[in-house]
T-cell receptor, first 113, second 116 residues
């Protein structure tokens, strides 16, 4: 099965700085790469996703980059704000296999004032 | 424009009792996924259903656990004879269609199950 690792497990940044979280996966068949944000007591919220035929995607302050050869993809958050503080999960999937998401272990991001 | 609705939000059961967790997908969504999250961990896939069909139950324990998504009404995750190790947050997600069409999954806020 898919083995997914995230780094770092915790990340503390100053407000306005950038944050980068890296996700490494093992299944070369994976072709869908989403990032989810989970706040305390809530369900995961999809914040950005990318397909395997695209190397980078940006949505305002959030971007995702994909390196299929090296089997990793990264979440980039620029101009961080306190409300960005949450746990972030990557969850690669092979859509031909029913789109079953395999979640990473999560990264606790803390944005300090 | 309601999202994925799960109820109850919190459920307390004694060992040996049954737990029933409900999930109403987003309007227009016909595919439902159940995941389990233990404290300090990521979500783990349990089962994927379409209306009246179980498509993939590879992540669901063979005993005591069952899931259904009837033609009418919510999807139900049922846990019989609960044990302490079943304590977790259970999340439901829905998508308009299945994996072949690359549809993103949208999650509810979960049911927190506690076993006494």
């Amino acid at each position: 099965g898919e083995n997914v690792e995230q780094h770092p497990s915790t990340l503390s940044v100053q407000e306005g700085d950038s944050a980068v979280i890296k996700c490494t996966y093992s299944d070369s068949a994976s072709n869908y790469f989403p990032w989810y944000k989970q706040e305390l007591g809530k369900g995961p919220q999809l914040i950005i996703d990318i397909r395997s035929n695209v190397g980078e995607k940006k949505d305002q302050r959030i971007a995702v980059t994909l390196n299929k050869t090296a089997k990793h993809f990264s979440l980039h958050i620029t101009e961080t704000q306190p409300e960005d503080s949450a746990v972030y999960f990557c969850a690669p999937a092979f859509t031909g296999g029913g789109n079953k998401l395999t979640f990473g272990t999560g990264t606790q991001l803390k944005v300090e004032l | 424009n309601a999202g994925v609705m799960q109820n109850p939000r919190h459920l307390v059961r004694r060992r040996g009792q049954e737990a029933r967790l409900r999930c109403s997908p987003m309007k227009g969504h016909s595919h439902v996924y159940w995941y389990r999250q233990l404290p300090e961990e990521g979500l783990k896939f349990m089962v994927y259903l379409q209306k009246e069909n179980i498509i993939d139950e590879s992540g669901m324990p063979k005993e005591r656990f069952s899931a259904e998504f009837p033609k009418e009404g919510p999807s139900i995750l049922r846990i019989q004879q609960v044990v302490r190790g079943d304590s977790a947050a259970y999340f439901c997600a829905s998508s308009p269609s299945g994996g072949g069409n690359n549809q993103p999954q949208h999650f509810g806020d979960g049911t927190r199950l506690s076993i006494l």
